[in-house]
T-cell receptor
Framework: DTGVSQNPRHKITKRGQNVTFRCDPISEHNRLYWYRQTLGQGPEFLTYFQNEAQLEKSRLLSDRFSAERPKGSFSTLEIQRTEQGDSAMYLC?????FGGGTTRTDTQYFGPGTRLTVL | DQQVKQNSPSLSVQEGRISILNCDYTNSMFDYFLWYKKYPAEGPTFLISISSIKDKNEDGRFTVFLNKSAKHLSLHIVPSQPGDSAVYFCAASALGTGGFKTIFGAGTRLFVKA
């Protein structure tokens, strides 16, 4: 049973550098989400893909952030010119096309996250 | 603007007793509610959900209650076990223009004492 995987698990970078994270969703899931979580807070929505189409972006996603899902499978999140305020846990989640029982299709399954530290 | 609020940052319960975690929401467009559990160094794990057309959903030791008029939901864990010690996130979802959007609360850390 392969769940959602994220790489790398940890990333330390210097301010001003670019970083890229990868997410591999559960294979039959066509929806993919990116969230950011800071200490003491819940996950904050960043963006959402249905297959390869990016359908929604949060105001939190500044011009320095870009996400892609080129073939509707894995996704990448890039942060350009990182700032110390970008330090957070970046979570990826996926959800299926069809629900099951009482579970709706937007029930999301999360990866372990990538912890970014910007020095 | 916190649309989903978990006002108790932490809760401590004796093993075998009931744990009750509370959540309030403000957006009446939310029609699906979820609870996630998170252990350190892991992503949140889906626990249980409830649609707005129901007022109760039960799965083993976990029951979620929804009071739409009060915009309040709660998660009951009975009996509580030490392995239940984790951070619990309440989340709410609504169908938007681009698809489903899920908003999470800040979480409640549950400690179950043996």
């Amino acid at each position: 049973d392969t769940g959602v995987s994220q790489n790398p698990r940890h990333k330390i970078t210097k301010r001003g550098q670019n970083v890229t994270f990868r997410c591999d969703p559960i294979s039959e899931h066509n929806r993919l989400y990116w969230y950011r979580q800071t200490l003491g807070q819940g996950p904050e929505f960043l963006t959402y893909f249905q297959n390869e189409a990016q359908l929604e972006k949060s105001r939190l996603l500044s011009d320095r952030f870009s996400a892609e899902r080129p073939k509707g499978s894995f996704s990448t999140l890039e942060i350009q010119r990182t700032e110390q305020g970008d330090s957070a846990m970046y979570l990826c989640a996926s959800s299926p096309l069809f629900g099951g029982g009482t579970t709706r299709t937007d029930t999301q399954y999360f990866g372990p996250g990538t912890r970014l530290t910007v020095l | 603007d916190q649309q989903v609020k978990q006002n108790s940052p932490s809760l401590s319960v004796q093993e075998g007793r009931i744990s009750i975690l509370n959540c309030d929401y403000t957006n009446s467009m939310f029609d699906y509610f979820l609870w996630y559990k998170k252990y350190p160094a892991e992503g949140p794990t889906f626990l249980i959900s409830i649609s707005s057309i129901k007022d109760k959903n039960e799965d083993g030791r976990f029951t979620v209650f929804l009071n739409k008029s009060a915009k309040h939901l709660s998660l009951h864990i009975v009996p509580s076990q030490p392995g239940d010690s984790a951070v619990y996130f309440c989340a709410a979802s609504a169908l938007g223009t681009g698809g489903f959007k899920t908003i999470f609360g800040a979480g409640t850390r549950l400690f179950v004492k043996a």
